[in-house]
């Protein structure tokens, strides 16, 4: 969600509208986040973008963990549930695998 910059700043502040944490996110931003939390190693990240003038697309920072509360409480988006169920589909994925003997070598 965006968060809105004051004209005579450069800090943001968190947006207090809800309807900013439930809008649609640009697919090419939200692929650009999920590339962000793959780079350091994790699922699940907060990403910070900045958007310039021209339109270009930075990321400033991945972060994990995060803080996500604000999404959840404002937006009424259920963060934590969304983690929880993405963890137990990943459970469920893995205990269908046929056990991996600890002594052979990993994959490629």
């Known amino acids: 969600y965006p968060n809105p910059v004051a004209a005579d700043d450069f800090r ?12 649609a996110v640009d697919p090419a931003w939200a692929a650009l986040a999920v590339e962000a939390a793959h780079a350091i190693g994790v699922d699940f990240a ?3 973008l900045l958007v310039h003038a021209s339109g270009r697309v ?15 409480q404002l937006g009424g988006l259920d963060v ?9 589909a990943r459970a469920a994925a893995a205990a269908e695998q046929p056990a991996r003997d600890p002594r052979a070598p990993s994959p490629p």
């Not at 943001?12 to 944490?21: F, G, I, L, M, N």
């Not at 930075?58 to 959840?72: D, K, M, S, T």
Request: proline share 8%; aromatic share 10%; glycine share 6%.
């Open 80 to 88: 934590a549930g969304a983690m929880v169920e993405a963890l137990l």
């Open 46 to 48: 907060g990403v910070d």
């Open 12 to 23: 943001s502040e968190a947006t207090v509208d809800p309807a900013a944490v439930t809008a």
């Open 58 to 72: 930075y990321v400033l920072e991945a972060n994990f963990p995060c803080y996500f509360p604000h999404a959840q």
